[in-house]
């Protein structure tokens, strides 16, 4: 069994952490409409202190509570860090249950969801944020929302009926402050509020915002068309490099031959197993194992996500063992929840009992685990987004060389301490027009480009009329996902693994498949569009539907792995398959560092010893940094002149390349690849290069230290002229920046402090009132990894060392034993700022550490410190 973790939550100040960037439907920053002069505000916050009191709204964890709607008994058992395991005799109890606990727990961040889902924001927080919400309610994800819950099956649309009832149960008794601490301070100004009842739309709605978060490409397809006047197309293609499917390893080498979903249980056992053994072989890069050998001692990545998978073959126990850690924004309380949700006595009607990580405000369980089956996620970062290019003349727009009535609708947006606005929401064929919303898109509009196949070129068959710019994604369609979940969450093998995974259409994920027979296998999901012209790596033309996409990838098509001979499988947000796959998937891979980093370690671990669920942990706290690696061999004979900085080289010459906290090193070498990047593509460049993707940029440069002739290494503005001068001037401006930051005095160098996570309310975390910020932010907490490293901390290129991505969580499922699992994610299970449950579980995330995962009822049972039980009203 993984240890529980004993590692302590230190603080730190960080001088070299700016406010983190923050884009619409990542991190919504919240500025109040009001500003209030301080010492106002430490009154009313005295006030509000002694009126409400914080514990005013925690959780009731014990006793009895008679709830209206609940059929029979339900017990809620909490451990020591409050995660529930819910146990109820019906599905409608459980999933009622559920809602009422999540609103326990979280509420606010439930509440605050829903208005970012609506494009609601200025009715919580008044006009500041009114940019916000004209964008997503031009968007319209609670419309597809609605059209969704309507299309849902008898089933699945009763488990988000009893959720909302549920939740509306804890609300019936439990309004403003009794709620969240956060509805007293939002009384400061706007005391008018009053909360919503729940609705199953609120619920689905949330996974639109998630597939927003995890929408693949469309950054790098609106950062080539914002740029593209700036470079030659040889520089773009040198910037943008192809997937290097010579060194990193693709996720499916070779397709398996599977049964059709739904068929498996036509076919005897031995037609089953030949059709699980039998594949189609591509040539592509002649396996993981040769790939992961090109690569001169591995990396990882940065913004993205971690899973893998290996059999029995190569464990401990014979049985299987899969790790899963995806990668989003830091937030606080962290995006997940854990859960148990069990049917007292499984049976045909009530069939769960399943544990895992979801989301506050949603049903049942995303990633984690039932009785016979384990699975993670990845982000797929195949192309599911496009822009198009559309001319606008009046009301119409052009479509095959006719004018075409734009679809119009207007909403109002309701603001807080404001007068209503009313706003026009135009859309095409394609989907709603989005110039005019954000500056990038605006841009594009007004300096259009387009392109394919790494080419840009001017439209140069556009019609009269204005330049707009529309959005086409798969999550603008009426899907399936809110079926997914719970088809996830009862399945027992294989097939009922690739049911769920056909139904999973937005976000698209790497789904990674264990089960208790022994098996593993993966499965791509999704909606995967079928492209006509063009492949979407540039805004295409609007006006010709011959660049229209042409329907969605078959799902039996799809990448499918079942049983590899390799004995595991990692998705690590690489390339899926090679150049030899018949549909075109992206040009946006992230370019396979932690993959190859991961296949390894698994690789040379697995060659001495059979491989254990703490093998599976220390892969996770990897954080070797490859470009760091590639720069100690840049440097190995360069000297500076210059005693300090070449004090620091020496560093670089005897590093393991580890990035962790405590290395003076890692963090020398991580302030050294700041100012290269920096004086490559910024520093006094007329057109500056953008340093957003760390992944492609560990590409470029890797590519650039191998020729030194290349144009890059001169900066006139620098007066730089060679790679050997741009290397000495780097390493001594990285030498200069880290002595202002942490001394003259290597030794005390750490890269900790440097990079360090600030815990921020998405919400009052950013008021820019300090008295406010301090009820609700933590930290900032030293952190080891960073980007591009299989312990995937991100940072941003040119804007400080502060960790803005996270592991927003981690687990290892034991499939021999469940109950030797472990888990963990960024905070805790409670949304409640100064609850004992609010940041317990930081410092087990800092040291890349999990606590025991309870899920036999035996085992529940001796962990429970708490028990609830709720009982039906009369």
């Not at 969801?113 to 919580?124: A, D, F, I």
């Not at 539907?545 to 078959?554: E, L, T, V």
């Not at 009052?764 to 932010?777: Q, R, T």
């Amino acid at each position: 069994m993984l240890k529980t973790s004993t590692a302590s939550v230190d603080a730190v100040d960080t001088d070299d952490a700016p406010p983190r960037r923050r884009s619409v439907g990542r991190r919504i920053g919240i500025t109040l409409f009001g500003i209030v002069a301080g010492i106002v505000v430490l009154a009313l916050i005295a006030v509000a202190f002694a009126a409400y009191t914080v514990q005013r709204s925690f959780p009731q964890v014990d006793g009895e509570v008679a709830l209206s709607g609940l059929g029979e008994e339900v017990t809620v058992q909490r451990d020591a860090l409050g995660i529930p395991t819910i146990t109820a005799a019906t599905t409608d109890d459980l999933f009622f249950a559920q809602g009422y606990v999540h609103a326990q727990d979280r509420f606010w961040e439930m509440d605050f969801r829903r208005h970012v889902t609506s494009g609601r924001l200025s009715e919580l927080f008044g006009e500041s944020q009114l940019p916000t919400d004209r964008f997503l309610r031009t968007l319209g994800w609670r419309t597809i929302a609605e059209q969704e819950v309507e299309e849902l099956d008898d089933s699945t649309r009763s488990y988000y009926d009893a959720y909302a009832e549920g939740v509306n149960a804890y609300l019936a008794d439990h309004q403003g402050a009794d709620a969240s601490f956060e509805y007293a301070v939002l009384g400061l100004q706007n005391a008018d509020y009053e909360i919503e009842p729940w609705t199953p739309a609120d619920s689905v709605a949330w996974l639109k915002a998630m597939a927003w978060d995890l929408r693949s490409n469309i950054e790098e397809e609106t950062e080539r068309a914002v740029i593209a006047s700036d470079f030659t197309q040889e520089e773009m293609l040198e910037l943008y490099p192809d997937y290097p499917y010579d060194r990193n390893p693709v996720i499916v080498p070779s397709i398996s031959s599977v049964p059709a979903v739904g068929t498996a249980a036509d076919l005897t056992i031995e037609q089953q197993t030949a059709a699980a053994t039998a594949s189609i072989e591509w040539s592509e890069v002649d396996g993981v194992v040769e790939a992961v050998s090109a690569l001169v001692g591995g990396v990882g990545e940065g913004i993205g996500s971690n899973s893998w998978v290996v059999s029995g073959d190569l464990t401990d126990t014979g049985m299987p063992l899969l790790a899963n850690d995806p990668h989003l924004g830091a937030s606080l309380p962290s995006v997940w929840h854990q859960v148990g949700l069990k049917c007292r006595v499984v049976s045909d009607d009530c069939a769960f009992d399943v544990a895992g990580f979801g989301f506050s405000g949603v049903p049942g369980v995303i990633i984690g685990h039932n009785d016979r089956i384990a699975w993670g996620f990845t982000n797929l970062t195949t192309d599911v987004t496009d822009l198009y290019l559309e001319k606008i003349d009046g009301d119409s727009y052009w479509r095959d060389g006719e004018l075409v009535p734009l679809d119009e609708r207007t909403e109002t947006l309701k603001v807080a301490g404001g007068a209503d606005e009313e706003l026009v929401i135009r859309s095409t064929v394609h989907g709603p027009i989005i110039s005019g919303l954000t500056d990038d898109y605006t841009a594009i509009a007004e300096d259009p480009w387009t392109g394919s196949g790494g080419d840009v070129e001017r439209p140069d068959d556009a019609p009269e009329g204005e330049y707009a710019v529309s959005l086409k994604w798969t999550a603008l369609t009426p899907a399936t996902t809110a079926e997914a979940i719970f088809t996830l969450n009862l399945a027992r093998d294989f097939d009922d693994f690739r049911a769920a995974a056909k139904q999973f259409a937005v976000p698209a994920q790497n789904l990674i498949y264990a089960d208790v027979d022994g098996n593993i296998g993966y499965q791509t999901p999704g909606l995967l569009p079928v492209r006509g012209e063009g492949d979407g790596s540039m805004p295409q033309p609007g006006w010709d539907s011959a660049y229209d996409w042409q329907g969605f990838i078959p799902f039996e098509d799809l990448p499918v792995v079942y049983n590899p001979t390799e004995g595991y499988i990692v998705t690590a947000n690489n390339a899926i398959v090679d150049e030899d796959y018949p549909y075109f998937l992206t040009r946006d891979w992230d370019y396979g560092w932690r993959a190859a980093r991961i296949a390894d370690l698994i690789e040379r671990k697995s060659a001495s010893a059979p491989l254990t669920a703490a093998d599976m942990l220390a892969i996770q706290a990897d954080s070797e940094f490859y470009l760091g690696m590639r720069l100690s061999g840049a440097y190995a004979e360069l000297e500076t002149g210059d005693e300090g900085t070449d004090t620091a080289l020496d560093l670089l010459r005897t590093w393991d390349a580890q990035s962790t906290a405590s290395s003076p090193a890692a963090a020398y070498a991580n302030v050294l690849w700041d100012e290269l990047a920096d004086n490559l593509f910024v520093e006094g460049r007329e057109h500056p290069v953008p340093l957003s993707d760390q992944a492609r940029l560990f590409l470029v440069v890797d590519s650039l230290l191998r020729d030194p002739s290349s144009e890059w290494w001169t900066n006139e503005a620098l007066g730089v002229s060679s790679q050997e001068e741009m290397l000495t001037r780097s390493a001594t401006d990285a030498y200069a920046r880290l002595v202002a930051l942490q001394g003259d005095n290597p030794s005390k160098w750490n890269w900790g402090s440097l990079h360090a996570l600030p815990l921020v309310s998405d919400t009052f975390g950013a008021s820019g009132i300090a008295p406010i910020e301090w009820l609700f932010n933590r930290g900032p907490f030293p952190t080891g990894g960073g980007s591009s490293v299989v312990n995937a901390t991100g940072w941003v290129l040119g804007e400080g060392f502060s960790t803005v991505t996270v592991p927003s969580m981690r687990m290892v499922v034991d499939l021999s034993d469940f109950d030797a699992s472990g888990w963990n994610h960024l905070t805790g299970t409670s949304g409640h700022a100064f609850h004992a449950n609010y940041i317990d579980q930081t410092a087990t995330w800092q040291g890349v550490e999990l606590t025991p995962w309870a899920y036999s009822r035996g085992a529940v049972e001796a962990a429970t410190t708490n028990t609830l039980t709720l009982v039906p009203a009369g």
